[in-house]
């Protein structure tokens, strides 16, 4: 005789309390037994009713993030929201057609899907750029411009930033700015990391008491780190305030290699007068304009790139990026209660300008951020085949 999943009971097969989950009939010995099993079936249809507006995601994205490269924890969780999966030779797999509800990706516990888990907390979005003529960094300037706001209105003594070096081009040189020429001298982007922390803590012991530092999120780890940890080195040392300035990065790359391979085009370091990635390609301006694929520049990734998940740098007080706005704008994110309230006041002293981020544009950053959270689950397939996708890198400044 059958027995009642909820009760445990055994039933006889002709009770009129029946139900078909997953092509397979399960009997009932009451109603209330019925209806506490056909629950979790309404369940599904209100999640995949929730789903329906957003973004159309198949069983297929989940097999190719999470199931073939070897991350999934065969805990059932996708299995067990949709009725056309089963483990089939070890694996979740199709066993009908899927309708690409998204109800399986989201219940995995090794996909990244909510908004928070993507790029951390945040306060308010915006998209803005530099109403300071001479101000000319890469996108919206806006990095550069707060700089200039929180130095000018006496907010900050000092800020860490990273400038090019003058005796070899396009090397990053990381200083304590202090004057409005040093802070200009940062401007645009150096796809290069730049080793600032020891300059961070030159600026502390040279008597800086509130610096605006700037780095991307390897960078911002490390402040927030020495900030928090009872074993960090400014935990207890509260005379230096520092404003967390993140860069949006997906990517840095060695400098010498960087060379070699514009050398081997035909370009000097010497020539370039900037550098951009967008949009999968790798911009390099001379006279004129040389635009290569991304995979081209792959030899010469940073190793610490490829296992590194937070594109914008969300232990910041203050987070900017191109992904996500127009040309000639920057993206913020605005994290904290004092970044936010700068970040408006700036706008209020003449310095930038502010508009929402639209939601389209909003959507782009949580694509990139996850395509940025999940790469560390590739690394090995793409190790094995050579195809290790670059999207947009920002190190340096704005």
Known sequence: MPIDPICKIQVDDKTPFKSVYKNKEYYFCSENCTKKFNELDKSVIRVRRS??????????KLKREIIDPGICTLCGACVASCEVLNVVGGKPALIGPCT????CYNQCPRTITTESSLIGNVRDVFTARTVL??????NGGVVTSMLLYGLEEGLIDSAVVTVKSEEEPWKPVPIIAQTREDILRSQGSIYVHSLTMET???????GSRSIGFVGPS???DAVYKMQNS??????MFMRANILKMGLFCMDTFNYEGLKTFLTSKGIP????????????KFSVKTESEHIFPLNDIDAFRNGSCTVCTDLTAEKADLSFGGVGSKEGYTTVLARTGLGLELFKDAEDRGYIKIEPLEREGFERVLRQARA???QMYMIKRRVETGTLPIHSSIVGGE
Request: glycine share 10%.
């Open 51 to 60: 789903l329906k507006d957003k973004e159309r995601i198949s069983f297929g």
């Open 100 to 103: 690409a509800c998204g109800v």
């Open 133 to 138: 003529p001479e101000v000319k960094g890469q």
């Open 200 to 206: 961070l803590m030159s600026a502390i012991k040279r």
């Open 218 to 220: 390897c960078n911002i």
């Open 230 to 235: 009872p074993y960090g080195l400014l935990h």
């Open 269 to 280: 370091l010497s020539d370039v007068k900037e550098m951009k990635i967008r949009k999968g």
């Open 372 to 374: 940025k959270k999940v």
